[in-house]
Structures are given as C-alpha cells and as structure tokens.
C-alpha cells in the first residue's frame, strides 16, 4: 500500500460544513484520502510512508473545470475582439478543421500542463470533429480527471466543410464511446453535439439517447450564448435553446449546458425542473461580448452552476482563479456587494463542479473517502501576511490569488505538479512543438 | 558613464506610432534610453558596458498607475463585499486611523514591492492623513518615480475621528510639499483632498491653489464612485460632483480625478473643456458594486483615461495585468468584441498614464531621451509558443498575461527586480513585519 501524509497550514475542505482545518494532517493511502486528524494524534515518527511537510501552504481540493476546449489551445491570441458567430465562422471553424494529430496532441498537451499548473485536476472537454482518439489518449497520459468526447457537427452554415453526416458522427460518436467510457478510472465519455444551430435534432436526440447507455456518461453543449446564435435558433426551431431542447427531450441531470446568458423565466423554470447543470465561462463571455449571465439567479433558485476557462481563443487563460474572480466581481454592481462572495466561488470552482459531473463522490473537496485531488498554494505569494480567519483565507484564494500561488498539485494521490513545475511535461518541448504545430496547421487553413 | 545594453526578442515602443521593433536593441546611458537600433548596426564586442542578452523576452515600458492607495495594502482580505460608504466608515476609515509609523511603512513597502514585481514604475499614489513623511521616505527609498500626497480630511461624518482641522491640513500639506516635492528626481507633490463628502470648499479650494506653487504637482481626488456618494454630493452641494468641481474652480489638465463611474452628459463635457483626468479602477469599481463607467465614451471624446489598482483592500491585487485586462473585459459586452482592444490597453497602461501625470517626456515608453523604465516580460509563460504579429503580442501581454509573467523591472536604467524577485526588498522579510504591525493594528482599532 502506497502512504503518504501532507501537513499544510491548513485545510480548506469545502465539505458541507465548509471547515477549515488548522493543525491538522491528510493521510492518503493508494490515492484516497483514509484519515484527516488533529496533528497532536498523528505520531510522524511511526509513520511508515512520505511525509509532506508544507506548513506555509494552503490545502484545497483540485480544481473542477466544467467546460474545456483543449483543442483549441493553439489558437489563444488568434482570434480576438470578435462576437460568436463570427469568430466561429473566421477562426475556430477553420482552424479546427486543419487539425491533424499531431496539432491536436501539441493543442491538447498544452491545455493540460497549464490546467494542472492552475491547479485543475477534473475537466470536462468538448473535443473536435476529428481524431478525437488523440485527446482522450494525451489525457490518459495526463492522468487528469476527465469527461471528455467527440464534438459531433451535422449542420454548418457557417463553414461547411466542418462538418459531418448525422449517420458518421452518430457511428464515430458510439465507437468512441465504447472504447474510452471508463478506460480507466479517472476517463468517461461525454456526448458532445457541439450547439443547436450545428446539430439535426436527429443527432441531438441520439446522442442523447446513446449517452444513456453509458452510465456515468454527460450531455455537454452550449446554449443561449449570443443574441445573433439565439434569432437563428429562434427563427429555425420556433424557440429558444433551452426551450427547444425541452421539446426534444435532452435536459436532464446528466446535461450540461455552457453558457446560458440569455435564458427567459420560462426556460429557467426548465433548467430547475429537469435538473439540468449551467457551466459558467464568465471570461469567454465577455471577451466574445456576449453578455453577463444571471448566476446569483440560477443560485437562488437551486440551480446547479459549475465553472469553466471556455477556450484559449475566447479567454485567453485557462486558470480557475481568473474566472472564480470575475464571476464574482461582474455580479457585485447588478446584484450588489455581497453577491458571489469567495466562498460562494470556491464551491462553485469545486464541489459544485464535481456535482455537476457527478463526480462528487471521488472529488471536489476534501473529505475521507474521496480520491485526493489536491492543491497546495502558496497565499503569501498574494501578499497575505496574515490569514487570521477563515473568510480571510477565501478572500486570498478568491480575489488575490493565481496561477503563481498555485505549488503543487496531485491527482489521485499522485504529484503532477511539484514547486509550480509540471512533473508530467517539458513546458519548453511543450511550446516548441506547439509552435512548429501551429505553423503548419495555419498553413493548412 | 554608466553603459548597459538590452537585447530582447522585442521592443514593444507604444509609441507615437506603436512599432514594435524586432531584432533591435536598446542602449542605456545613465538610465536614459540613448539609443534603439537595428542589432546588425550593433557591435557586441566593442561595446564598453553591460550586455544583457534577454532573446526569449519582450520589452515593454514600466507600467504607470494612476490611482494608488499604498497605506491600504495591509488591509487587504480584511474589508471584502461592502459597497463605498459603508466600506470606508466599517473599515477603512478606522484602519487608517490606526497608522503608526511602524504599521504604514510595512503597508507602503509591501505594496511597492508588490507593484514592482508586477512592472510599475511610476505611481500616482494617494496617502493617509497622518505620518505622509513615512510613504514619501519608503518611496525614495524604493526608487519608485512618484506622484504621492497627504490625504485631505476635514469633514467626516462617517468616523469622526479620522479628519483634522481645515487649517491643520493645509498648513501640513504646504510644508509636506515644501520638503517632498522634487526632493529627487523621481519624486513629487500630489495635493490629495480625499472626496467631496470629505472636505469643505475652503480645503477643496486652497489645495487647488497651493497646487499652484509647486510646478509638476497634480491634483488629485476621487469622484463619482458610488450612487449614495453622489446622492450625499447632491444634496449638500445641490450638484454632481463633477458639476461641483467645476463651481469651485478645481478642474484643470493637472488635476486627476479616480473612478469617474457615475458622470452625465453636461459633466462629462465639463471634463473634455478642462482636460481634467480620469483615472479609471475597473477592479475596485466591481468589487465595490459602484459601476462600470463608460471609457469608451471617454475615449471618443478625448478625454484623458488611465489605470490603477487603487488599494488591495477593494481589488485585492496591485497588478496593471489585472486592471488591463479586465477594464477590457467589462466593457465588451455593453460596446461590441471590438472595443479597449489589447492595444488600447497597453497604451492606457503606459503612455496615457504618463501623460495624464505630466510625465511624458520621461516615462510611459520607449524611446530615445526617455528614462529607461523598462519591464522584460516572458510571454512563453502565457502559453504564446508563436508571436506572429504585432496584434498577437498585445493580445498575449494584455489578455493573457500576469504578473508570474514579469521577469525582470528597470526603473531609470537600476534594475529592481531580476528573474521575478525584488533586488531591494525581501519579500519573506516584508510580510513577516507587516504580519506583526497588522496585528498591533488590528489592536490599537
């Protein structure tokens, strides 16, 4: 049996009782959390396994990032100051469309390095039309949590040669899913029609249909994002997405829609019914202009919300406390100061992300049992003399913290991450291939 | 003659015609930029002076932030999710109060240094009622270029006891002008009248015009944050603040007005005619629920805008990353993908910081006879593995960059901070000491 213990400052459990532990110790046995205790019951003598010592840092549970394009990693700075339907048609269409392996790993290896050097260690990926067999394989290699599947496009007005016939994505989809749902412990299949305005119904009843024969498999799409997407839904299907996804009978507990900025009372009365899950991208939203969403509406009426870095072209980042931090503070001038406070964005980046994948009984805060998905961060670095009270640490985590704070990190008991240094990949080799990848691919476009 | 060269990947100018020049360099005589030229024109090995080789970085000026609040950084973490009034009245006003000498040098030190470390080199800050002495000595010391001030109380209904008499601040402001201002060449006056609600005319007034003795010196105050601020302006005064302003003869091209959220039609023009200065905070704007003021429309007019991080007590960061970014973000939405494009904000971040301050013709960028006011960013942190273009490289330094991205600061041709780490303070040292004032504080409050 493989035991190790880590001994932080404190520990930010983010269980239901919202404790935070000080003097304490994490024993981790095989990569679960076994035992969390007073310091002055843990005898380091006797103990026979590594022992962490960071009594500077702050233990939190990893990062659940609930909607990724790491096949778009490439194209960060590509494709600024542009609304949705555009910088799809101009940029993200074409460019994705020019992948091929090799440009795919290069995109998808630099989106995992910098999400596990920002501390995430669950995503849920919308991946591309093809070669997706490369990204679920760079993620196994990654040992990231993951739900991640193929982007199925049966309908492109924007770029037509991104695309597929319904009866091929439909097949590629299946095959896929036979083949990655569960390869291993920490990979599941999430179906993934890429949003209304590219999918018949047919591919989107079915492969909502298939995702039910996978248990522990997700619904993923965007939904309700721009003003322009939402006249053409509108005009082609008589209603609004969520709405019209209703109609078609995909929401649910298992669905996950990224996005919903422009959702009317009656499609949230939908959300709440079905139990359907709202991940929330704030940068991508702004930078694409597309408009702040109603969260501390969502929250209010027991609506599941989660949180993502989107992709690197509409963000640019791919970091959980950049996005914890503007989704609190774009709220605070509509809804006032109170609104979204750190804790409130700590359970969202968190537990609420492992909620919403239905992962929360593996990850997503720390508790006994759980698998130890963890994240040691450095606060001093944000200049935090003092953390004399519990709210004073989540406000550092919150609104002072980045990607710098962030230490080390571990995966299911192992260190990916270790002095702010990947363990996994040569960030150097990382860039030096993306850049030979990328010139090529854009001279494919 | 002090000699040093610096060759980097680039130079970002932002200057008249934003060049960014590649495979140049930047010759530095006694901390004035001397020369720019093509590195084929450029004998390595004739050169008598240091040669700092820095091929994977980007050059780019020193940030320049317009509004500053350097007594306030112990405060930060400790005053979260309060809007304006209430903030200054439970929080900040009573902190301040509590100054000793010790306590506000360990809050200036560790904010420079946080503010260096993050690429600033000049500075417009607002001080504190007592001990001024103190900030303008840790300034000096810091090597900091430096617009600083005593801040001007002398009403306050919302804590009493932080004010003095009309006559006692002025005659304190007079003689703190007499010693401070140009007392090096890095460092002047700024006549610092806190806001509306907490001066009387007569202060508002002679500030104004003492202003006037001291060549260089600005005027600078806060207006417009918050909608009770400006409902409590009204009613004693019968105006907006602006309005006010412009009554009592205080609006100028030397005076600096913070945040700017809440302005009309017939104010905003009244600021156009002035030439008054708007020093925008989206930052402290959002997470004190105050607003998002309209800069674009500021923009179109002419109307002079830059940045800052106020204090960390309503950010909670110091960083111009930050501010850049997000001042971009929040406006997108409102005013299309297209508006504060990553251009725009770096200007706004340097050369219009700069101008607003009256310190164009030394800082803000890099040209020849300017001050060697430099920041060597490593834009391959930012997951750029290829700048192909000049709009790439904003992009990566605005929308994707932080302050881990910042390698090495020159202010006047001294380095400050080398490899991400202050060469004049140590930051272990810096947070010990201000862990121990913070609590002595927190006593005396």
């Not at 003097?23 to 007073?38: A, C, Q, R, T």
């Not at 026979?48 to 990893?62: K, Q, S």
């Not at 008991?413 to 150097?428: A, Y």
Request: proline content about 3%.
């Amino acid at each position: 049996m493989n035991k190790q213990v880590i001994i932080p400052k404190a520990i930010v459990t983010v269980n239901n009782k919202n404790e935070i532990l000080y003097n304490h110790v994490l024993v981790i046995e095989d990569g679960i959390i076994s035992s969390i205790k007073p310091e002055e019951h843990f005898d380091i003598n006797s103990f026979e396994g590594l022992v962490h010592e960071h009594r500077d840092l702050i233990l939190i549970p990893g990062f659940v990032q609930t909607h990724i394009h790491l096949c778009q990693t490439l194209f960060r700075g590509l494709a600024d100051d542009l609304e949705l339907l555009d910088w799809l048609q101009m940029k993200i269409f074409p460019y994705e469309n020019a992948h091929d392996i090799n440009s795919l790993s290069a995109s998808v290896r630099l989106g995992i390095a910098e999400l596990q050097l920002g501390g995430a260690t669950t995503i849920l990926d919308m991946g591309t039309i093809n070669h997706q067999d490369v990204i679920f394989n760079e993620l196994i290699d990654s040992k990231m949590r993951a739900i991640a599947g193929k982007c199925l496009v049966d309908i492109n007005d924007l770029y037509p040669e991104f695309k597929e016939s319904t009866r091929d994505s439909i097949d590629t989809c299946n095959e896929l899913a036979e083949e990655f749902h569960n390869k291993t412990s920490k990979i599941k299949y999430g179906f993934a029609p890429r949003f209304v305005l590219s999918c018949s119904e047919e591919l989107l009843r079915e492969s909502y249909e298939m995702s039910k024969n996978f248990h522990g498999s997700l619904y993923h799409t965007h939904s309700s994002e721009n003003k322009s997407e939402i006249d053409a839904v509108r005009k082609l299907h008589g209603a609004e997405n969520i709405e019209y996804f209703d109609r078609i009978g995909v929401l649910g507990d298992t669905t996950i829609l990224a996005h919903c900025i422009h959702v009317n009372d009656m499609e949230r009365v939908k959300l709440k019914k079905s139990d359907t899950r709202v991940a929330h991208c704030p940068s991508a939203n702004l930078k694409l202009a597309s408009g702040i969403a109603n969260i501390p509406g969502y929250l209010k009426e027991g609506i599941s919300v989660s949180l993502g870095a989107d992709g690197p072209p509409c963000n640019n980042n791919l970091d959980m406390f950049t996005e914890m931090r503007l989704a609190s503070l774009i709220q605070k001038p509509i809804h006032g100061p109170g609104i979204m406070d750190a804790l409130t964005m700590l359970r969202l980046a968190t537990i609420e992300g492992a909620k919403a994948l239905h992962l929360d009984s593996e990850t997503g805060s720390i508790e006994i049992g759980k698998k130890a998905d963890l994240v040691l961060l450095d606060l001093m670095k944000a200049g935090n003399p003092i953390l004399m009270s519990d709210a004073e640490i989540y406000s550092s985590i919150v609104y002072s913290s980045g990607i710098h704070n962030v230490d080390h990190v571990m995966i299911e008991g192992e260190w990916i991450v270790r002095n702010s240094e990947s363990l996994l990949f040569d960030t150097k080799e990382l860039l030096a291939t993306a850049e030979g990848e990328l010139t090529k691919l854009i001279n494919r476009v």
